[in-house]
């Protein structure tokens, strides 16, 4: 079946603007990520959604980052005022339950000029 | 300290040759494990859950020490194509998951 999917594959950005990415979780799967990881760094946890309940938040780095899951599906990552060390791969992933294998999407790759 | 530590290597390996490498984890509470690859420039991609009584997949063996709060990848036989970087995910209780760096391996022809 179809994996999770991400939109723009890549999106290059003049500093201040805002950019949305987006993510297609697996039909079905309840959890929901978004991580962000820098060239040659780790991932770094940004929001987890879980079904209905209110998503823990704890990792987004500003308060110019938002995100939101729209239907218990789609989820729109949202960057206001970009700055140039927002720029990173933001990778989305989803699983059937919190704590179950997670399956990874592409990756947008964000370029703040 | 933090909560999952790994060695970023790289381990550079020759082919054929068996390579292990360990994950530590700081919290007593975590609950489940996994390694997973991650290919240059790709997305990270599952490689195995890791169980208590330890597991077994093909070339690859995977370990828990919850006494010492770790867990090992062991992979045999190494091959050119298990060149990637290798992922050490922790979760807890509450479903707060952590990755590691990640340790590169680089399998050497």
């Known amino acids: 079946g179809a994996g999770v999917s991400q939109s723009p594959s890549n999106k290059v950005t003049e500093k201040g603007k805002d950019v949305e990415l987006r993510c297609d979780p697996i039909?079905?799967?309840?959890?929901l990520y978004w991580y962000r990881q820098s060239l040659g760094q780790g991932l770094e946890f940004l929001i987890y959604?879980?079904?209905?309940?209110?998503?823990?938040k704890s990792g987004l780095p500003s308060d110019r980052f938002s995100a939101e899951r729209t239907g218990g599906s789609v989820s729109t990552l949202t960057i206001q005022r970009t700055q140039q060390e927002d720029s990173a791969v933001y990778l989305c992933?989803?699983?059937?339950?919190?704590?179950?294998?997670?399956?990874f999407g592409p990756g947008t790759r964000l370029t703040v000029l | 300290r933090k909560e999952v530590e790994q060695d970023p290597g790289p381990f550079n390996v020759p082919e054929g040759a068996t390579v292990a490498f360990n994950c530590t984890y700081s919290?007593?509470?975590?609950?489940?494990f996994f390694w997973y690859r991650q290919d240059c420039r790709k997305e990270p991609k599952l490689l195995m859950s890791?169980?208590?009584s330890g597991n077994e997949d093909g070339r690859f063996t995977a370990q828990l020490n919850r006494a010492s709060q770790y867990i090992s990848l062991l992979i045999r036989d190494s091959k050119l194509s298990d060149s990637a970087t290798y992922l050490c995910?922790?979760?807890?209780?509450?479903?707060?998951?952590?990755f590691g760096k990640g340790t590169r391996l680089h399998i050497l022809p």
């Open positions: 992933a989803s699983s059937a339950n919190g704590g179950d294998t997670q399956y």
């Open positions: 039909s079905g799967h309840t959890a």
């Open positions: 959604f879980q079904g209905n309940s209110a998503p823990d």
């Open positions: 919290n007593s509470a975590s609950q489940s």
């Open positions: 890791v169980y208590s």
């Open positions: 995910v922790v979760i807890r209780i509450n479903d707060k998951i952590i």
